[in-house]
Structure formats: C-alpha cells, structure tokens
C-alpha cells in the first residue's frame, strides 16, 4: 500500500485508516489490491479504475459472495445460507458497477453494429448531398445542338400543316372545303404542342437524359435527392431557362457566363430547381 496521501502527499505509516494532516479517508482512497468486478484484473493501489474497460475498482473482499442477513462468505457457488436461508449474492454496489459497465462498453458496440447495417442496406436513402465534376462543356454544347435538332424535326409537321393552310387562304385552295380547312389548321396546331412538351421534359426523359444528353453520356440530376432528374424537375428547369432568356440581353449572357464559372457549371435556371448536368459515369446512387 502506498505511504502518501492522495491529497496532501503526507507520509503516513501502515493500517492507518485517516490522513492526520488532511483527514482523507485512506481506506477508501487507497484500495489494497484493488480489482475490477468485471474483468477481475488486480492493480496497484493508486489506480481507482479498471484500464481495460472502465469498471471503479473495489476491494477483493467485496468481490466475494455473501449473505445478505449473516454477511458470511462462501466460494462454493450456494444460492442460500444453509444457516438462515438468506440469498448469497455479492453487494449491491458490486452489481450496480458491473451493469453501468456492461452499458458503457455494449452500447457502443451495438450502435456501430446498426450503422454497419444501415451502411450496407442498398435501400436506406441517406440524402446526403454528393458533390460532383463539371460536366465537360463541349458534351453539353453537342447535347443541346442535339437536342435543337430534335425540335426542329418535331416542329416540321406542325409548320408544314399551317404553312399549307397560309398558302391555302391566299391562293383559295379551299373554297368549298371548310371543315377539310378547319381540321388541317387544328391539326397543325396540335401538333406545335409535341416539340413544346419535349423541350419541357426532355432532361426528365430516360433517367435524366434527353436524347441528346444520352447520345454524349450526360445526364441532369436533382443535387437535393441525389436521384436523376424527373420530368416535373425537367419542366421546372426549362422553364426557369425560358423565363430568364426572355430578359433581354443579360438574360442568355448570365446563364452562359455561369456554365463557364461555377464549379459545377450549374445555371440560374439548375439553382432555381435544384438540378445539376453531370457525365453519366460520375453518378453515385
């Protein structure tokens, strides 16, 4: 047993139970061989806690069992004094000790247990935000020619329809034929609504590509669910570029000047629907 006080760093001599100078209690401060209830490890007396798992340090007497009414030991593993029939068990301290541990250690364990799993759950949407490259901007110059040239096409029938019925009503075409007159305009403007859906929802289109973005494996995704681009997003998103090239002059000129100088080469239009344009191959689900 040590032959300083814990406190005051007074000598003092064997079985000396308080500190003359600054009455610290000795027995308990300094445990003489002091084990851990649970591990069972014996330490030094200066040591008050168990280095492997935590656990307060007690006297070894306390580690065994005893009844409760006649306080006599017993090693041969009884559940009851054959004297009085009182319950052999150790102290209450002792157990309430080895349960605080037993929580300390366990739960940890437990919690990284369920994080393991919900890490290696396929299913689990963490919504974190990921951050992704810019697109290459020579992609997405070749994406958008694409995509021009998909509209176009689909504007053609409309046209050609009303462009014929223009030259009809000038040169009397359809004198005598005015219900043939009246559908082939209807039809010509019906059809204008195709090449105008397409634009609205092209970047919605086949996992967030439109025909054009997949021809060059680039894809539109939605930054706050990590997911590909839908065809509400798509709408939102062409509609907001629509709105801000009306602007006149600064309107086009912002949006290109954003490509080129964000980071992540979003636009006005990808803050407003929380899209970016990303290369196929960097999505990470």
């Known amino acids: 047993m040590s032959n300083k006080c814990p406190k005051c760093t007074s000598i003092f001599t064997e079985k000396t139970k308080f500190c003359k100078i600054c009455g610290c209690n000795l027995q308990e401060e300094l445990l003489e061989k002091p084990t851990c209830p649970k591990c069972n490890t014996v330490f030094s007396s200066d040591i008050k806690f168990c280095i492997q798992d935590g656990t307060k340090l007690v006297h070894p007497d306390k580690l065994v069992p005893k009844c409760v009414i006649c306080n006599k030991s017993y090693n041969n593993g009884a559940k009851f004094c054959?004297?009085?029939g009182g319950q052999i068990k150790l102290?209450?301290?002792?157990?309430?000790?080895?349960?605080?541990n037993k929580i300390k250690i366990e739960e940890p364990i437990s919690r990284n247990e369920e994080l393991n799993t919900t890490l290696n759950n396929p299913q689990v949407n963490y919504n974190l935000p990921?951050?992704?490259n810019k697109a290459p901007l020579g992609k997405r110059a070749l994406a958008y020619f694409l995509d021009s040239l998909i509209i176009s096409a689909l504007f053609l029938p409309s046209l050609y329809l009303l462009?014929?019925?223009y030259l009809g009503i000038i040169n009397n075409y359809y004198v005598g034929y005015n219900d043939?007159?009246?559908?082939k305009v209807l039809l010509g403007f019906l059809l204008i609504l195709v090449p105008i859906r397409y634009s609205l929802i092209k970047d919605g289109i086949a996992e967030g590509q439109s025909y054009g973005k997949s021809a060059v494996d680039l894809m539109v995704i939605n930054v706050n669910t990590n997911k590909p681009c839908t065809k509400l997003n798509s709408a939102g998103r062409n509609i907001l570029l629509i709105i801000i090239w009306c602007i006149p002059y600064i309107g086009a000129l912002t949006e290109v000047i954003l490509i080129f100088a964000n980071p992540d080469g979003r636009k006005l239009s990808d803050f407003g629907a929380g899209t970016q344009v990303i290369a196929k191959g960097d999505f990470k689900k």
């Open 82 to 84: 054959p004297n009085d």
């Open 91 to 100: 102290d209450d301290e002792i157990l309430r000790l080895s349960n605080t």
């Open 130 to 132: 990921k951050k992704y």
């Open 163 to 165: 462009y014929d019925s």
């Open 180 to 183: 043939y007159f009246r559908g």
